[in-house]
């Protein structure tokens, strides 16, 4: 069982540049999210989806995109990357987030840079 | 808005004492909160939860404390271990939205 998957696990982008963070898990969550942390700071939420065809914006959804075609992955694209995207991306999942033993499963992040 | 935050950005404990990581919190609208481990170079690790309506709830080694009148919550590890040390987030989780909050996190070092 491997749960939450991300690749790639370090990435450096020229100003300008596109990528899609991959994320994929095979828990059969319906609820996949997004996170970026920042040096020193909390997770803060950019999408998130609550089953195959479904995303929301989070709280810093500006210069991303999602898609969700499947139960099983949750891709995050950036068009034109700039260096406040540099970060550590954070996929999850969970079968019912906020209920007894049903946690948000992390993947182990993808770190980016932008220079 | 509402926003989770912690008091302490690091805490040094000698192993085998206990450990307190305390978060306040300004808004009283989270359906539970929720406790996560960061080591280093890995994803948030789900500790213990607690629903608001709860004050107490203790797990293995950990306990939560939820003060609401004070809007006030502290993860208590017992016995510290070196495996302990990591960075520690308190989350709120307010099902309406669907949206996990999280705070700026505590690095708690373990002395030997």
């Known amino acids: 069982n491997a749960g939450v998957t991300q690749t790639p696990k370090f990435r450096i982008l020229k100003i300008g540049q596109s990528m899609t963070l991959q994320c994929a898990q095979d828990?059969?969550?319906?609820?996949m999210y997004w996170y970026r942390q920042d040096p020193g700071m909390g997770l803060k939420l950019i999408y998130y989806?609550?089953?195959?065809?479904?995303?929301d914006k989070g709280e810093v959804p500006n210069g991303y995109n999602v898609s969700r075609s499947t139960t099983e992955d949750f891709p995050l694209r950036l068009e034109l990357a700039a260096p406040s995207q540099t970060s550590v991306y954070f996929c999850?999942?969970?079968?019912?987030?906020?209920?007894?033993?049903?946690?948000?499963?992390f993947g182990n992040g993808t770190r980016l840079t932008v220079t | 808005g509402e926003s989770v935050g912690l008091h302490l950005p690091t805490l040094s404990v000698q192993e085998g004492d206990n450990s307190i990581i305390n978060c306040a919190y300004s808004n009283s609208a989270s359906d539970y909160f929720i406790w996560y481990k960061q080591e280093s170079g890995k994803g948030p690790q789900f500790i213990i939860d607690i629903r608001s309506n709860m004050d107490k709830r203790q797990g293995q080694r950990v306990t939560v404390l939820l003060n609401k009148t004070v809007k006030h919550l502290s993860l208590q590890i017992a016995a510290t271990q070196p495996g302990d040390s990591a960075v520690y987030f308190c989350?709120?989780?307010?099902?309406?939205?669907?949206?996990?909050?999280f705070g700026g996190g505590t690095r708690v070092l373990v002395k030997p």
């Open positions: 828990m059969n969550h319906n609820y």
């Open positions: 989350a709120g989780f307010k099902a309406a939205g669907n949206k996990l909050t």
């Open positions: 989806s609550v089953g195959a065809g479904i995303t």
């Open positions: 999850a999942s969970s079968l019912s987030p906020g209920v007894d033993n049903s946690p948000l499963h």
